[in-house]
């Protein structure tokens, strides 16, 4: 029996894995779900239906190289690991180190995370390496350092919510994304008190009826407006605290200046969300925050990647972040700001080096004495170390040009389904001299590839992840690999040898985090107080957890840094910093229906996974287009007719479902499908000026009825 935790979402649900005694089931181990604190033994249902993956027939066990008439042929791993390697060299020589490319991703282990940038760095001697969480947390993750000085989703834990007498939600279906979830918002509903910020009718605003709280439903991409609105209430009001800004934070005098033009009637032009609803809402945030100060039930706001995947997420995420400053909850026991983390190690896989401005323990990559600790770690000299690479979109761009990348190493992501304007990174991929994919199953991406390796599953490996909460958390392996995978360490150590890379690269989980917990060390995500035991024990440890932090190392005891900021903020005079955020009225296009898109219930991600699991497929076979019901009249078109969605960007089929949960003026697709239903290729690819995030949350698209054939 193995306590592990779910492979899919953030919240790493705790579940137990036992040897399956037949031998001729599908499935190797049977799946339960455990009483851990972010679960309490419930599962979703892909969480319950996880274990099929593991004996699954298009499992990838082989390393395979493409053939001259565009088939794959599998290879063995000496072929495999010499040829990236002679391609590397080759390329390096030809066309100097940043020809070569690396992508790696939110869903790997801390120890793989944190190998792959020090082997792009070090072993390939390349600054041009990102990750898919660029297009997860990264404007989160620039709000909150621009205003706490760090960034670690949740700064406090999870169960702290279930207390909770009001939670503003802004931009999160976690009732679909992440179901466990909703148990922690029972106190808030039970109390009146969940407020669900979204421009749909989600399965998550459904959750405020009944009088357990209320929807404000605002136009697509407007988020920005709403919050600069409620602030505007708190302040003209005299609803902030002002006790708390004067005592710990700056800048209220220059917020309070930039919010005067956003008065309730003017947002509500913009939003659509009515006066009254703007002016109760900000009053009944400011009277629970109040009564939480004397000892009454704590209040939260958290955002989520519907308002933060724009081009304007940061100044959203920091708007937010005002709101909630200003009414005295960050680094308090009355409440706090938090944001929720979507991929499985969405949290540690930022924290430790695949960030192309970043090192590991969240340092950064400009700073001298940044630099010269992980030198010392690594055993080489700073001056090798490369300087800050291309945020994610900017590197697909970059791909093939005539000084961009000519190879590209993809670690644990599908952006032929995932990036925005999907259609241009397959473009973009195709001209490389060179693709390598590292996954379990051919993904749409490794489907591309020039050679494909054959990588471990959850189940089949030994490593960390650190949660939505920042609490880290031991993956432990049930199984034996099948075939040939390997594991990415494994991949990535061999692959040093044969490039004759300075340092050590380790094959071993645990000695990797050994090294990882020094490099942290002193950072702002500071590991080296954490050991391996104590993990496998259970202990309940959150970084920040630095070396002789006096830990308790009791199984269940909480450790390390649970809940962020009580004594002060990570900036050096330990204040919080509200910052003016500005928001352009979005420009009215008549004719056009706004895109928003998200995830499914069933479903994960680009659904790689997911979309190979017969109860999930059979149950979201095909992308829906939600319509309401009389902008599909409009449109002539009927329920379960096929719809071409379009824009200049691409074309794209789906299924009308009408519903009245959706906006007249808003359409919803989710992204989870492949070829002509990947609703990527209608997203735009411009970025947030400060967190180089995509705008994928809002596009404007045209709908046509595509007449069924007979």
């Known amino acids: 029996m193995t306590d592990t935790h779910c492979p899919y979402c953030a919240l790493q649900c705790g579940i137990t894995l036992e040897p399956n005694p037949q031998a001729d089931s599908s499935e190797p181990v049977s799946l339960k779900g455990r009483d851990f604190e972010t679960n309490g033994g419930a599962l979703c249902r892909k969480g319950y239906s996880a274990a099929t993956l593991l004996a699954h027939p298009e499992r990838l066990q082989a390393p395979l190289l493409r053939q001259a008439d565009g088939s794959f042929a599998p290879i063995d791993w000496q072929q495999a690991l010499d040829l990236v390697a002679e391609k590397a060299l080759g390329i390096r020589a030809e066309s100097g180190a940043d020809a070569l490319a690396v992508f790696g991703s939110g869903s790997l282990t801390n120890e793989k995370a944190y190998q792959l940038g020090k082997f792009a760095r070090l072993a390939l001697g390349t600054s041009r390496i990102d990750y898919n969480g660029r297009f997860c947390m990264s404007s989160a993750a620039a709000g909150t350092n621009r205003a706490f000085g760090l960034d670690r989703g949740l700064p406090f834990p999870l169960a702290d919510l279930d207390s909770a007498g009001m939670i503003l939600m802004l931009g999160s279906n976690v009732a679909d994304t992440m179901p466990p979830f909703v148990r922690h918002l029972s106190g808030a509903r039970e109390n009146g008190g969940l407020i669900v910020v979204d421009p749909r009718r989600s399965a998550t605003a459904k959750l405020c009826a009944d009088d357990a709280g209320w929807h404000l439903q605002p136009t697509p991409a407007t988020d920005l407006p709403l919050l600069l609105g409620l602030a505007h209430v708190l302040v003209a009001e005299s609803l902030a605290d002002t ?11 220059s ?4 919010l005067a033009s956003w008065w309730p009637e003017r947002t509500a032009k913009v939003t659509g969300v009515p006066a009254e609803q703007i002016r109760h809402t900000a009053r009944a945030l400011a009277h629970a925050a109040s009564e939480a100060k004397a000892g009454g039930k704590p209040v939260y706001i958290l955002t989520g990647r519907g308002i933060e995947q724009h081009s304007n997420g940061t100044d959203t995420v920091t708007a937010a972040i005002n709101l909630a400053l200003l009414l005295g909850l960050p680094g308090t026991l009355a409440g706090g700001y938090g944001t929720i983390t979507g991929q499985g190690n969405g949290q540690g896989g930022r924290e430790h080096g695949q960030k192309c401005d970043q090192l590991p323990g969240y340092r950064k990559i400009t700073d001298p004495d940044h630099r010269a600790h ?8 700073p001056e090798i170390i490369p300087g800050p690479g291309l945020p994610a979109v900017e590197l697909f761009d970059a791909l093939g040009t005539p000084t961009g990348p000519r190879m590209m190493m993809i670690h644990g992501a599908n952006p032929v389904i995932s990036a925005p304007d999907a259609s241009r990174v397959s473009q973009a991929l195709a001209s490389l001299d060179f693709l390598v994919v590292c996954d379990f199953f051919l993904s749409e991406t490794a489907a591309q590839a020039d050679l494909v390796l054959p990588v471990l599953q959850w189940a089949e490996e030994e490593g960390s992840m650190t949660n939505l909460e920042g609490r880290i958390l031991r993956r432990r392996a049930a199984l034996a690999a099948p075939g040939n995978a390997r594991s990415e360490l494994w991949i990535l150590s ?10 050590h690269f380790s094959p071993d989980a645990q000695e990797v985090f050994e ?13 080296s107080g954490v050991r391996w035991d104590d993990l496998d024990a259970g202990a309940a440890i959150y970084w920040p957890c630095p070396e002789g932090a006096g830990i308790n190392r009791q199984p269940g005891a909480r450790n390390g840094t649970p809940r962020l900021f009580l004594d002060g903020f990570a900036h050096p005079d330990r204040r919080a910093l509200l910052t003016p955020v500005h928001s352009q009225v979005p420009a009215r296009v008549s004719s056009a229906v706004s895109l928003v898109t998200g995830r499914l219930l069933e479903h994960y991600q680009s659904g790689a996974q997911t979309r190979r699991v017969a109860e999930l497929e059979q149950a979201a076979p095909e992308p829906l287009l939600e319509i309401h019901p009389a902008t599909a009249r409009a449109h002539q078109i009927s329920h379960g007719q096929r719809v071409l969605v379009s824009n200049e960007r691409g074309d794209v089929i789906a299924r009308a479902k009408l519903s009245a949960d959706t906006r007249l003026d808003t359409v919803f697709l989710p992204f989870h499908y492949p070829k002509s239903g990947t609703a990527n290729l209608l997203t735009e690819a411009r970025v947030d000026p400060i967190s180089a995030m995509p705008e994928f949350k809002h596009a404007h698209i045209s709908l046509r009825p595509v007449e069924e054939e007979s």
Do not use: C, H, I, M
């Open 255 to 258: 917020l309070k200046a930039s």
């Open 374 to 381: 992980v030198a010392r770690v690594w055993g080489v000299d």
């Open 515 to 527: 090294e990882l917990k020094l490099a942290s060390a002193g950072g702002l995500a500071d590991y």
């Open 494 to 503: 061999q692959l040093a040898q044969r490039l004759d890379a300075p340092g």
């Open 243 to 253: 006790g708390y800004l004067a005592a710990r934070t700056n800048g209220f005098d």
